[in-house]
Structures are given as structure tokens and as C-alpha cells.
């Protein structure tokens, strides 16, 4: 009895020991975290992941340029000094607010699967799932597409202009930060006999490490192509033709047809209403309404008086996001391909319903979807003195993607085709053609029809539960913009996936530090599996308009930069 009592007094003292050196507090506000403050400005706004990035995105806002055109050239930066992240083999969403129009408009980048893969294959193949890596997850990338886009329907100043940051940078180099030098080590790991990785990342032998500077003139080459030419050339021209050909000679199954044929698509947002603000996601074959039926079933419940980061409120955001994931794993699919019941599963109605197999009192093992038939990322946002705002996400998926990097264009291709189902009866099947179940997703909100924050938030499956904790953090728990973003997060973990598995297990609890140890005790008992993760809460970007002052926040966790003049 006296060897268990003291194993427990032993586990206490260690949890405390790793905790209580990573608390802090702030004593203006009386969170138990520390916070930077916001940065505010009133003619413009840039928040992006790495500061390079930023400083482009207010120097475009300083001569002339509006919002999408700050956002285009600050994600062209990006792509060049956060490979690790985004870059132009992947995808693009975004959320523009129009202020001459008085509306948002939608634009889906997301690319489909090349048009003769299909499951077929795999089963000829023997195999049973979509590899991570290699050429048979890539998807058409719809970053380039996206941009042009975004700017022959918004931007204002010339096309090429946007690009001289970014292809400067690539041939003078600039100075990496610690985090992406972090990341390329980790990804070297993976990649470096693959073709042309070590060529572009690692010309030393090695990964550039924190302050080396770094060059990548194959870039720049590429960029300069694709200013030039509208975009066109990565589509129809050389680019297209580079891309084909590599991933031929890996053996894939792609053609210039699936690029030429390649078109974005403009999409209405989706909204709800939590407690006066109107939240704006896109509807699939992205996972933001999540987030927004997150916030549906939550809005009847106190979460003020429950308190921030308690177990009462943790317990019940869990349990929420547990019923929306299974809904998202058998319902969120390519418009194109399959009905989505949207409007049912955004009402009100069905969100009360759905609460009521919630348990107040112990975490669930499983819950079932919805019976309602009868089934590693940037983002950045930008507000100019037009009154424009504008949020954008952009990705390779799996931080790089799929290791596949074509001779000399210096960027590697997107690994989305992972993210398909190969069960032809789930409604994100593989499907020549088709765009896969997304992960990235931008935010915006508006207060009576007018714009009041545009917002992100980076990490796969973090991303609705992150959207919901940061509008909750700001509604419910009146935190400031930066504070909402700095506050200690927590995502839960399952296997339910958009390939069709579901959770049987409850999953289990990641919490960062800065959540005390009663909370996690209490937790315990609802029946969550508590685990500690050094990462995986996402990056967090936001701008907030109130009357004509601009406020802007950025991750503290990463190389996040708000600036503003």
C-alpha cells in the first residue's frame, strides 16, 4: 500500500516538475499565460508565419498595392523561405472581403487527382492504401492558378510586381530562421534520396542551418516564369511540361491535359451565427464548417461561467468536436462528386439534436455520424486602406509534401491524394479527376454585415477545433486578439479520418502547458486520456477592423509576424 501511495506522490511531483517551470502570468489580466500585445495601425495590415513575408506584404501595401495583391506576393515569399509549409506545388483557399462590393467571395485552389487514377490501380497494385509519399498522392497544385485568379478579378497593381521580393530573395538568399531550419532538418530525414531534394535543400551536404543564408536561384527561375507569363506556363508551358514529365519517369499516371484542364473555382462562404458574430468558412471538400458546427452545439452552453481551459469546458468542446468529426469524416467530400447535406448540417436543429448524446459528466468511447441520408500549412491575412481584408491558406500537405521536387523548378509537389478514401462507396472515394477531403481552411467574421476579423489557424485536424477555441477565446472570454491566439490549446485526437475509419477508443487529449494540474486531474476522471505533445496546436494569424483602427496578431509558437502603418 505504502509503494503505491508513493508511486502516486512520485507521478504527482514529476507532473508538477515538468509543468510549473512553463506557466506563467500576466499580471494585467489575470490569465494564466503570458501575451504579447496586438499591433495596431490604421492604413494597412500584413500577418503572416515569417516576417520577410510581412515586410513584403506592407511594402506592397505602401506603394499602392491592395490587399490581394500584398497576400499573393507575401505567399510567393513565403513559399521560398518556409518550404516546410507551402510553396507553389500545393493548394490555395481563401476568404476576400470586397469593401466597393460590400460582400465576401469565396475562391476554391484546390487541385483534383490526375484523371486515369483511379482505385482500380490500386487494386491491380496490391495495395490497400494511398501512399504519403511519391508520385501517386499528387493532385494537380492550384496555388498558381489561385493567384492569378485572385488577381485578375482584385488586384490593382501589375502581376509581375509581386514577385520581385520573393525572386530577389531566391537569388541573393536570405537568412533562415530557426523553426523552418527545425523543420528541413526533420524533413531531410524523409527526403534526401529522393530526386533533386538534396540538390535544391541540402547543397552543403546538410539542411542550412539557424542565420545561414540560403539561396534557391531554381526558384527564381520558376517565379520568374510564372510572373511573366500570368501563371500560364506552370498550366500550359514549360513548368506543366517539367512536372509531367518527372512524375512520368517516377511512374505516375499524369498528363498535360490534367493541368491544362485545370480550373478554380469561385464559391459562396458558409456561415453561423455564434452569439451575434457571423463566423464564414468554405464548404467542402474543405473541413471549416466543422468549426462551425463546433460552435453550434456549443453556443446554448455557459462556457463564461464554466470557465477558461476548465475541465467542465475542455470536456464539453471534446465532446462536441468528437460528433462533428464523425460527420466530417462521412460527409465532407468534393461538391462535384457527391451531395453534401450543407444545410443540415450548419441548422441550429440538428446541432441541439446532436447535443443531446452529449454527457456532461464522462467522455465517450464513440459516437456515431449523423443519419442524415435516406455517409503542415501557412496562412496569412492582409487588410489595406481601401477597406479590403483578405484570409488565405495555402499548403503541400505533410509539411513538403511528397518528396517529389521536378528537375530545376526548386519546390516540391503536394501529397493531397493521401487524403482519399479507397473504399468506392465512401463519398471521398478516389476518383479520376477529383479533388480529395481538405484540410486547410481560412476564416473571416463579420458583425452586422460588416467586415471584423479575418483569421487562420494552421495543423490538419487542429484547424476547426482551433477556430473554435480562438472565437470562443475572444467571445466567451473576452480576450484580445493576441491573447486569443497566445491562450493554451488543446486538440483531441481520434481516428476518425475522411478515408472512411472511425473512433472507437475516445481517442485521447493533447493539452499544452499552461493548463494547471487540477484541470488535467479532473479530466481524468470525465475518462480522457491525457498525453503531452511538444506540438501539433497549429499557427495562428488574425487582423481585426473595428471602426477605422486595424488590429493584428501572429503565432508566438512559430516565426509569426503582425505589422502594420
Sequence with gaps: MKIIVNLRIILYISLLVFLLPLYSFDRITGLDFASRSEVIATNGMAATSHPLATQTAVSILRNGGNAIDAAIAANAVLGLVEPTGCGIG????????????????????????????????????????????????????GAVLGWAEL?????KLEFEELFVDSINYANKGFPVSETVAYYLNRASEEFSSYPNFADVWMKNGQTPLKGEIFKNPSLANTYKLIAQSYGNEFYKGKIAQKIVGFLNNQGGLHEMSDFKNYNVEWIEPVSTNYRGYDIWELPPNGQGIAALQILNILEPYNLTDMGHNSAQYIHLFTEAKKLVYEDRAKYYADPNFSKIPLETLLSKDYAKKRSKLISLEKAALSYAAGNLEHGDTIYLT???????????????????????VPDGLGFMLQDRGEMFSLDPLHKNALVGGKRPFHTIIPAFVTKNGKPFMSFGLMGGAMQPQGHAQIMINLIDFKMNLQEAGDAPRFRHYDSSQPTGELMLDGGYLALESGINFETIRDLQHYGHTIKFEPGGFGGYQAIMKKDNTLYGASESRKDGHASGY
Excluded at 472581403?97 to 487541385?111: R, T
Excluded at 483534383?112 to 497494385?125: A, E, Q, V
Excluded at 481601401?386 to 484570409?391: A, H, R
Design 90 to 141: 500545393g493548394d490555395l483557399f481563401a476568404i476576400v472581403w470586397v469593401e466597393d462590393d460590400k460582400k465576401l467571395y469565396g475562391l476554391n485552389a484546390s487541385g483534383p487527382s490526375p484523371k486515369n487514377l483511379n482505385i482500380n490501380y490500386f487494386t491491380k497494385n496490391n495495395l490497400t492504401v494511398i501512399p504519403p509519399y511519391g508520385h501517386l498522392p499528387v493532385t494537380i497544385p
Design 151 to 155: 488577381h485578375k478579378k482584385f488586384g
Design 382 to 404: 492582409v487588410a489595406d486602406r481601401f477597406g479590403n481584408m483578405i484570409s488565405l491558406i495555402q499548403s503541400n500537405y505533410r509539411g513538403m509534401g511528397s518528396g517529389m
